[in-house]
């Protein structure tokens, strides 16, 4: 079965300041790679996805991710936060490598600070 | 258009009752998937249907749960005789064939 690290429950940083969520898998090809969002009380939204191809990614809000293979990595970074990008964030990966059930990391709480 | 949608938005039921989820996928969705959001347990695939093949319940955590799609479209959720640990937010999804899931804002389930 696949399996999704989000190695960091919790990470504050302040307005205008870069951020990087750390997202690690274990998945034996390449897999489609997701990054969902979840404000309070609401569903999960799509940052972004990884097929194939290049490896850098660019999202939605200004987020970018970066595929790293030799790594297992798949680490969202957006280069300076704004005040609304306050949430969870959910890295996730499909069970068989498509657009299957998808296996969710635990998530990591963003919080910003004026 | 149209997102997905559910309801109830919020459920409070008694230990023992049974109680229906619903899920409107966005239409010409083929795909539908279920989740479930708890404190203990993060996000967890319950069941997906797809098309007019058979549902993979393989996440679906007792007996206690099931779940139907008619006509290829809406989606109903229930659970069966309620525990307090059946408490969590439901989250449905759809997505064409092969594309991203979108997801619904959840119905939350309290059982006391």
């Known amino acids: 079965a696949q399996s999704v690290t989000q190695p960091d429950i919790h990470i504050t940083v302040s307005e205008g300041a870069s951020l990087e969520l750390r997202c690690n898998y274990s998945y034996g090809a390449t897999p489609y790679l997701f990054w969902y969002v979840q404000s309070p009380g609401q569903g999960l939204q799509l940052l972004l996805k990884?097929?194939?191809?290049?490896?850098l990614v660019q999202g939605i809000k200004g987020f970018e991710a970066e595929f790293k293979r030799s790594q297992s990595s798949f680490n969202l970074r957006k280069p300076s936060v704004h005040w609304s990008d306050a949430a969870e964030y959910f890295c996730?990966?499909?069970?068989?490598?498509?657009?299957?059930?998808?296996?969710f990391g635990t998530g990591t709480r963003l919080t910003i600070i004026p | 258009g149209a997102g997905v949608s559910q309801s109830p938005s919020n459920k409070v039921t008694e230990k023992g009752k049974d109680v229906e989820l619903r899920c409107d996928p966005i239409s010409g969705h083929t795909a539908l998937y279920w989740y479930r959001q708890s404190l203990g347990q993060g996000l967890e695939f319950l069941i997906y249907f797809q098309g007019n093949s058979a549902p993979d319940k393989s996440g679906l955590p007792s007996d206690r749960f099931s779940a139907e799609r008619t006509g290829g479209s809406v989606s109903t959720l229930t659970i069966q005789r309620t525990q307090q640990e059946d408490s969590a937010v439901y989250l449905c999804?759809?997505?064409?064939?092969?594309?991203?899931?979108?997801f619904g804002p959840g119905t939350r389930l309290t059982v006391l």
């Open positions: 990884y097929f194939s191809g290049d490896t």
């Open positions: 996730a990966v499909p069970d068989k490598g498509g657009n299957e059930k998808l296996t």
């Open positions: 999804a759809s997505s064409l064939q092969s594309g991203e899931q979108f």
